[in-house]
Nanobody, 125 residues
Framework: QVQLVESGGGLVQAGGSLRLSCAASGRSFSRYAMGWFRQFPGKEREFVAD????????YYADSVKGRFTISRDNAKNTVFLQMNNLKPEDTAVYYC??????????????????WGQGTQVTVSS
C-alpha cells in the first residue's frame, strides 16, 4: 500500500527557513513526478512545486519562486522542499503527492489520490 509521510514542519519567524521531507513507501517512485501542495484553512489545496521523475524539470507556483526549492532522492524514495525567506502567508499544511503515471511530461501530470497527513508550517510575523 502506498504511503506518503510528510515531516519537517514547524513554527518559524518570518525570513526563516524550513526543509520539508516526504518519504514514500509501498513501491518505488523513481519513475514518477512528485510534487508539493499546501492548504490554507478553509481553502482548497493548491500547487506549490513539482519535479519530474528524473529531476531535470521543476515548476513552482509564482508565490514561491525564488524562495522554495524542490529536490528528490530516488534512492530513498523521498522528495524535499527547501523553504527560505518564509512569509506569514506561507502558513499552511503542506502535502506531497506523486504523479499517477510514470515518465510523464509536466503537461500530462495527473496527481494521485495518495495524500499523507501533511505537515504544518506556521510563520510568525
Amino acid at each position: 500500500q502506498v504511503q506518503l509521510v510528510e515531516s519537517g514542519g514547524g513554527l518559524v519567524q518570518a525570513g526563516g527557513s524550513l526543509r520539508l521531507s516526504c518519504a514514500a513507501s509501498g513501491r518505488s517512485f523513481s519513475r514518477y513526478a512528485m510534487g508539493w501542495f499546501r492548504q490554507f484553512p478553509g481553502k482548497e489545496r493548491e500547487f506549490v512545486a513539482d519535479m519530474s521523475w528524473s529531476g531535470g524539470s521543476t515548476y513552482y507556483a509564482d508565490s514561491v519562486k525564488g524562495r522554495f526549492t524542490i529536490s528528490r532522492d530516488n534512492a530513498k524514495n523521498t522528495v524535499f522542499l527547501q523553504m527560505n525567506n518564509l512569509k506569514p502567508e506561507d502558513t499552511a499544511v503542506y502535502y506531497c503527492n506523486v504523479d499517477s503515471g510514470p515518465f510523464r511530461r509536466h503537461s500530462d501530470y495527473q496527481w494521485s489520490n495518495y495524500w499523507g497527513q501533511g505537515t504544518q508550517v506556521t510563520v510568525s510575523s
